[in-house]
């Protein structure tokens, strides 16, 4: 797992942005607190971070504070999203799922009004699979079920949703925490998604 970390030296070095943009964006919360890795190295303690996740979060909030505040960023990014709950219908309109997946849900799980945060999460993520072309209906189902049973257990926390097939056989699972998983070779991994990331861009969707 150590080439997944950047040095603090290194992130700044390849991203331009300087030691006080940082620690002011980490006291606005656009960084959360726990990818501030602290570890010991021979010069000292020394801070890293999760590499891709630290560069994909620099890079998207450069990109997006020219065009609003910092305070406004830190809301789009606030878990007080996660409380939202948007009509069926702004689902489509604000091209958050597709109306092909919500029709989808409606079908397994009949008519809802109203989406709360986390069933919005289940079809977002549902959606990009489905667009992707790497699933179909059945085995939509299959991964709707999963999420319904034991997302819930992580309580907004990060993860990953592993999709696999074996021998035309497919499967799912969540994993609580991002790490290296190895399967036999007939065990293909067909999707890997980081829930975190979701999130965020689904918090960006509804903001």
């Given at each position: 797992?150590?080439?997944?970390?950047?040095?603090?030296?290194?992130?700044?070095?390849?991203?331009?942005?300087?030691?006080?943009?940082?620690?002011?964006?980490?006291?606005?919360?656009?960084?959360?607190?726990?990818?501030?890795?602290?570890?010991?190295t021979?010069?000292?303690?020394?801070?890293?971070?999760?590499?891709?996740?630290?560069?994909?979060?620099?890079?998207?909030?450069?990109?997006?504070?020219?065009?609003?505040?910092?305070?406004?960023?830190?809301?789009?990014?606030?878990?007080?999203?996660?409380?939202t709950?948007?009509?069926?219908?702004?689902?489509?309109?604000?091209?958050?799922?597709?109306?092909?997946?919500?029709?989808?849900?409606?079908?397994?799980?009949?008519?809802?009004?109203?989406?709360a945060?986390?069933?919005?999460?289940?079809?977002?993520?549902?959606?990009?699979?489905?667009?992707?072309?790497k699933?179909?209906?059945?085995?939509?189902?299959?991964?709707l079920?999963?999420?319904?049973?034991?997302?819930?257990?992580f309580?907004?926390?990060?993860?990953?949703?592993?999709?696999?097939?074996?021998?035309?056989?497919?499967?799912?699972?969540?994993?609580?925490?991002?790490?290296?998983?190895?399967?036999?070779d007939?065990?293909k991994?067909?999707?890997?998604m980081?829930?975190?990331?979701?999130?965020?861009?689904?918090?960006?969707?509804?903001?």
């Amino acid at each position: 797992m150590e080439d997944d970390l950047i040095s603090k030296k290194e992130l700044l070095e390849l991203t331009g942005i300087s030691y006080g943009q940082l620690y002011r964006w980490k006291r606005k919360n656009l960084i959360p607190e726990e990818w501030f890795i602290k570890k010991s190295t021979f010069t000292g303690q020394e801070t890293f971070f999760p590499k891709e996740r630290i560069l994909d979060r620099v890079e998207k909030i450069k990109n997006m504070k020219g065009d609003v505040s910092l305070d406004d960023l830190a809301d789009m990014l606030s878990p007080n999203l996660m409380e939202t709950v948007l009509e069926s219908e702004k689902l489509v309109e604000k091209n958050i799922v597709s109306k092909t997946t919500l029709d989808f849900y409606t079908q397994k799980r009949g008519e809802v009004a109203k989406f709360a945060f986390e069933k919005m999460l289940y079809l977002y993520i549902l959606d990009k699979m489905f667009e992707s072309g790497k699933i179909n209906f059945d085995e939509g189902e299959i991964i709707l079920k999963l999420l319904e049973e034991e997302y819930p257990k992580f309580k907004g926390k990060g993860g990953e949703l592993l999709f696999l097939r074996k021998l035309g056989i497919s499967s799912c699972c969540l994993v609580s925490n991002i790490c290296d998983i190895y399967f036999e070779d007939s065990m293909k991994i067909i999707e890997r998604m980081n829930l975190s990331d979701l999130i965020e861009e689904l918090k960006i969707k509804i903001a």
